[in-house]
Antibody, heavy 117, light 110 residues
Framework: EVQLVESGGGLVKPGGSLRLSCAAS????????MNWVRQAPGKGLEWVGR??????????DYAAPVKGRFTISRDDSKNTLYLQMNSLKTEDTAIYYC????????WGQGTLVTVSS | QTLVTQEPSFSVSPGGTVTLTCGLS?????????PSWYQQTPGQAPRTLIY???IRSSGVPDRFSGSILGNKAALTITGAQADDESDYYC??????????FGGGTKLTVL
C-alpha cells in the first residue's frame, strides 16, 4: 500500500520560514517524480513544484508565485521529499500535499501551514 | 500566463450523465498535455480518477471516463450517484514542465 505522510506544518509569522517533509512508503521512491500541491482555505488546488528522479537530472520546476522563495529537495536514502519555504506570505496559508509523478497518482493527507502575525 | 478553465458548477440528476470539461485560455487541449482528473470531498485529500487523458486509476468505477472532446479534455460520469457529489479538478502538464490545475467544478447530484 502506498503511503505519503506530510509533516512540518504549523503557524509562522509573515517573513518566516518552515520546512515540510513527505515520507513515502510502498513505492520505489527513487523512481518517482514528486510534487507539492497546495490548497488555500476554501479554494482550489494549486501546483507548487516538482522534482524529478535524481537520475533524470534537469531543473526543479516551480510555480511562479513561489519561485525564488520555495525550494524542493529529496533524500532517496530516506524516501523523503522536502519543501523549504522562506519569506512566507499570508497568501501561502494552505494545506500542502505531496503527490507522486506527473499524473499525481498518489496523494498524502496534507499538512496545514498558517502564515499569520 | 496560461489558465486552465473548468465550469464552476454543474448539476446532474441521479442516474444521469454529465460531462465536465477542461480547457485552455489560449489554445486547444490535446493528449500531449496528459490531462488528469481528481475528485475531492470536503476535508479529504484529492482522489485520482483519470490520468493521461483516459486511463482510470485503480479502483475507479468504469462509469468515470476521460476523453478529448473538441479542443478540451473531458470527464464523463455515466449513471451519476449521490456520492459523486464532489469537487472535480483537472490538471494539465505544460511543455515548459509546469503543471496547472483548473479552478475546479462543484458537481451537485439532485
Amino acid at each position: 500500500e502506498v503511503q505519503l505522510v506530510e509533516s512540518g506544518g504549523g503557524l509562522v509569522k509573515p517573513g518566516g520560514s518552515l520546512r515540510l517533509s513527505c515520507a513515502a512508503s510502498g513505492i520505489t521512491f527513487s523512481n518517482a517524480w514528486m510534487n507539492w500541491v497546495r490548497q488555500a482555505p476554501g479554494k482550489g488546488l494549486e501546483w507548487v513544484g516538482r522534482i524529478k528522479r535524481t537520475n533524470d537530472g534537469g531543473p526543479i520546476d516551480y510555480a511562479a508565485p513561489v519561485k525564488g522563495r520555495f525550494t524542493i529537495s529529496r533524500d532517496d536514502s530516506k524516501n523523503t521529499l522536502y519543501l523549504q519555504m522562506n519569506s512566507l506570505k499570508t497568501e501561502d496559508t494552505a494545506i500542502y500535499y505531496c503527490a507522486t509523478n506527473r499524473d499525481f497518482d498518489y496523494w498524502g493527507q496534507g499538512t496545514l501551514v498558517t502564515v499569520s502575525s | 500566463q496560461t489558465l486552465v478553465t473548468q465550469e464552476p458548477s454543474f448539476s446532474v440528476s441521479p442516474g444521469g450523465t454529465v460531462t465536465l470539461t477542461c480547457g485552455l485560455s489560449s489554445g486547444s487541449v490535446s493528449t500531449t498535455y496528459y490531462p488528469s482528473w481528481y475528485q475531492q470531498t470536503p476535508g479529504q485529500a484529492p482522489r485520482t480518477l483519470i490520468y493521461s487523458t483516459n486511463i482510470r486509476s485503480s479502483g475507479v468505477p468504469d462509469r468515470f471516463s476521460g476523453s478529448i472532446l473538441g479542443n478540451k479534455a473531458a470527464l464523463t460520469i455515466t449513471g451519476a450517484q449521490a456520492d459523486d457529489e464532489s469537487d472535480y479538478y483537472c490538471v494539465l502538464y505544460m511543455s515548459s514542465g509546469v503543471s496547472v490545475f483548473g479552478g475546479g467544478t462543484k458537481l451537485t447530484v439532485l
